[in-house]
């Protein structure tokens, strides 16, 4: 198989390179216009969907702008906003006539607004806070609306400053309670003295805050304007601003010093949205998708800095840092408790991503478990390392060992090559489409696996969750229509079905004296099932469906902004897997045993309380009621803590190619160990083997049937 196909993305790139870009100019003197310029011209020829920019274009990108630069409204007043608005129906004008009139006039807005600020918060952090007081603290900031004069300015600035006080204040009463406890004397300090304790640590976390505001530079600023413009095409299409660019490289580059966990900017704060196999962070095993990092500290300096409202880029750069150095997050968990976790920094490479497996053994039978972090390719030459020839390698090596089922683990697997796709999907079919491609204004494409050789013909079972996108849709998209596969996991996965593409802007220009111009990442294709329908949005539905932590968050593409449309095109041209396994019982066994299982039930009570946690909006400034529910949230999260205790009765395997080099290897050797610990917790491994079981089962009954019968 796997001749290798023309790469989708790199031939439209060249394309591009070479023909759409030679017959256009762009060459603006103003640095401003000529980013406009580009970047427009990219999205109108390039995009797969390319918007209408109108005025109702212009509405959407004046509120996603505002929203940008002041989500908590605590800059802007009323009246700015009313003289903003006359832009309103504008921008789109503006864009088209390369116009940035708005951005200044808002620009220099914020920035007045920004100083005034630093007054404010001062000013009120300089007296006390008043915990007795009876008053509550609404944490949903969207439906907060501008203020009209500074008197209510000052008042909200109070509130949210009280709120971010009230916790430090916590924090310095356990920390005094602590010392209490220790059989070194210490000074007490008095509830006056822990509440202005608290207060200056507010204050020396905004000041941090405002350091790296007042080193934003207008760039910087007009980077966020361009991405309200382009992230209104959909959620994947985004500026990437000179340095953003370099940061993109050095992490496709698959090694760098940190604590190994990808980060993505939310409005109101920074989320974990990965954690890097293998790295510093998943060593720790403390950090998890979904935490939101609140402060960080460096572990020789006593006060945390405050990463709230900063810019990702500068945040990174306190989270990142030499090999061996201590970094202390303090985050905001999934479940909604407050919690400080050291991590030791090193260097993080991206071995991990690639795929590995086991044996698996239960009551006298053999099978094998495939995790597959990532679709990798070498974009250099496809014969070098990839994930299709792993996977390949892998499976014959547990043919080896006898087994009698595998699963394919592509949980949290957030996509990755097409190719390898194509050719992973081939391992388990004769041959037949895997995936349809489609391009704006040409036929589609189906991609087909031409290779008759199957490398496993027995049952399979695919694990997925919420977080897995993109290839791994396709792949358990092709294995459910073929009928080759079991999919077990969340109601759907992410449901990310478009492909993006990078293109340096510099390119696009001749003879450049505007300095760096950065690059846009913008969606040129849309990716079908054979049997026609998208994944967009609606992702892959498991054949059996089992709750976990996710199950009740807002994480998947059709809870991003602007995703595009679920649709459907002709079916491609393919046969079901001629096979003996019987699906329709092995799956309604599946479901039995699902729905009667207690660690499940218990895993569907803490998903419901942690969406319960994350949608809570009123808080109590009242430090006796605080922290009344703060030991209601630490009560209720020791419920759920037996779900660490779940172990199966599966036994976990390497195979003795790695077990020869873990005699050399001690880290190797420590990252199976985990990962054998962590999977025989795993209940829905466990699930998955027993479905294989079932499956095995009916085939040998099958088998004998048809002995009998010949």
């Known amino acids: 198989m796997k001749g290798n196909y023309k790469f989708l993305l790199l031939a439209l790139m060249i394309a591009f390179a070479s023909c759409s870009f030679t017959s256009k100019k762009f060459e603006d003197p103003d640095k401003d216009k000529l980013l406009i310029q580009l970047i427009t011209y990219l999205l109108d020829q390039g995009h797969f969907e390319p918007k209408d920019i109108n005025d109702e274009f212009s509405a959407n990108v004046f509120e996603d702008y505002l929203n940008n630069i002041d989500p908590f409204k605590r800059y802007l007043y009323a009246s700015d906003i009313k003289e903003f608005e006359a832009y309103q129906d504008k921008i789109d004008d503006q864009i088209k006539a390369y116009d940035v009139s708005f951005f200044n006039l808002t620009h220099q807005r914020l920035l007045k607004r920004i100083a005034e600020s630093k007054e404010i918060y001062a000013e009120i952090l300089e007296e006390p806070f008043d915990f007795s007081k009876e008053e509550a603290y609404n944490a949903d900031y969207k439906k907060l609306t501008y203020v009209n004069n500074k008197r209510e300015m000052k008042e909200r600035w109070r509130q949210q400053l009280k709120f971010s006080t009230i916790a430090n204040y916590d924090d310095a009463i356990a920390s005094q309670d602590l010392d209490e406890e220790s059989d070194e004397p210490k000074e007490e300090k008095s509830i006056e003295d822990l509440e202005a304790e608290a207060r200056l640590t507010t204050k020396k976390s905004l000041d941090e805050l405002y350091d790296y505001i007042d080193d934003r530079v207008r760039n910087d600023w007009f980077s966020v304007y361009i991405n309200a413009i382009v992230e209104e095409f959909d959620p994947h299409t985004f500026y990437f601003a000179p340095d953003d660019k370099e940061r993109f490289d050095r992490d496709i580059s698959g090694k760098f010093e940190g604590i190994g966990a990808r980060l993505q900017k939310k409005v ?321 066994k599946s479901k039995a045993r699902m729905a009667a299982n207690e660690q499940l039930k218990l895993i569907d009570a803490n998903a419901r309380w942690v969406k319960e946690i994350r949608d809570r909006e009123s808080y109590s400034l009242n430090y006796d009621t605080y922290k009344k529910d703060m030991q209601i949230n630490e009560e209720e999260a020791k419920r759920f803590s037996k779900l660490s205790e779940y172990q199966s009765n599966l036994t976990f395997t390497s195979l003795p190619y790695e077990v020869k080099l873990m005699e050399k290897d001690s880290i190797l050797l420590e990252k199976r160990d985990r990962w054998h610990t962590a999977l025989s917790k795993d209940v829905y491994v466990e699930e998955a083997i027993n479905v294989l079981h079932d499956l095995n089962k009916a085939q040998i009954v099958q088998g004998v049937a048809d002995s009998v019968k010949n």
């Open 268 to 588: 109101d704060g920074i989320m974990v949205n990965e954690i890097i196999s293998g790295g510093p962070a998943w060593r720790a095993d403390e950090l998890e998708v979904g935490d939101q990092i609140l402060k960080v500290r460096q572990e020789d300096e006593k006060e945390a800095v405050n990463v709230v409202g900063m810019r990702l880029d500068d945040a990174i750069k306190f989270i990142k840092g030499p090999k061996g150095t201590v970094v202390v997050l303090t985050l905001k968990k999934v479940d909604g408790t407050i919690q400080d976790i050291s991590i030791t920094r090193d260097v993080v490479e991206m071995e991990e991503t690639y795929a590995k497996s086991s044996v698996v053994e239960k009551d006298g039978e053999t099978f094998g478990i495939i995790n597959l972090p990532k679709f990798y390719i070498s974009f250099d030459d496809y014969n070098e390392r990839n994930a299709a020839s792993d996977i390949k390698k892998e499976i014959l090596r547990l043919k080896e060992e006898g087994v009698d089922g595998l699963v394919m683990d592509l949980r949290n697997n957030g996509g990755g090559s097409l190719q390898t796709v194509v050719d992973i999907a081939g391992l388990f079919i004769e041959e037949g489409p895997v995936v349809q491609v489609k391009t704006t204004g040409e036929a589609k494409e189906v991609l087909k696996d031409k290779d008759k050789s199957i490398v496993w013909d027995g049952p399979l079972v695919i694990l997925v969750n919420e977080l897995s996108a993109s290839a791994s849709e396709i792949l358990a998209a092709a294995m459910q229509d073929y009928k080759r596969g079991i999919v077990i996991g969340s109601k759907q996965t992410y449901g990310k079905g478009t492909v993006q593409t990078v293109m340096d802007l510099n390119r696009m220009v001749k003879n450049n004296t505007q300095g760096d111009l950065g690059a846009l990442k913008f969606t040129t294709q849309k990716f079908y099932r054979i049997n026609g329908g998208s994944t967009q949005l609606e992702g892959v539905k498991s054949d059996v469906v089992v709750p976990d932590r996710y199950s009740y968050i807002d994480i998947g593409e059709k809870d991003q902004e602007n995703p595009l449309p679920w649709d459907k095109i002709d079916a491609a041209d393919y046969n079901v897997w001629d096979s003996y396994f019987d699906y329709d019982t092995t799956i309604s």
